[in-house]
Nanobody
Framework: QVQLVESGGGLVQAGGSLRLSCAAP????????MGWFRQAPGKEREFVAA????????FYTKSVQGRFTISRDNAKNTVYLQMTSLQPEDTAVYYC???????????????WGQGTQVTVSS
């Protein structure tokens, strides 16, 4: 059974940084593109970033470009989201996701984690 387990969320002041991790035991990790999404209270879930199976290609939503970096370590079956210059509007539950299809701009994913809370105080 595929499991995606996020960690690294927490409370941080505006301007601070956090690194989220998503471990994927049971997943053929190197054959899946990975993505991060977030859902703020009262809002729909939105795409944040994606990375190809090899790690060579990445894709970001505009609001996080230049502040967030997605990366992966296929040897550790783990994907990361390094978040810097965090702002209160980045407050949300962050989810990682995995899918075998190749196109990293696709927004549909087959597997999802349970999420980790990120709260940015002003």
């Amino acid at each position: 059974q595929v499991q995606l387990v996020e960690s690294g969320g927490g409370l941080v002041q505006a301007g601070g940084s956090l690194r989220l991790s998503c471990a994927a035991p049971g997943l053929t990790f190197g054959s899946n593109r990975m993505g991060w999404f977030r859902q703020a209270p009262g809002k729909e879930r939105e795409f944040v970033a994606a990375i190809s199976w090899s790690g060579d290609s990445t894709f970001y939503t505009k609001s996080v470009q230049g502040r967030f970096t997605i990366s992966r370590d296929n040897a550790k079956n783990t994907v990361y989201l390094q978040m810097t210059s965090l702002q209160p509007e980045d407050t949300a539950v962050y989810y990682c996701a995995a899918d075998r299809s190749i196109r990293i701009t696709a927004l549909s994913y087959a597997y999802w984690g349970q999420g980790t809370q990120v709260t940015v105080s002003s």
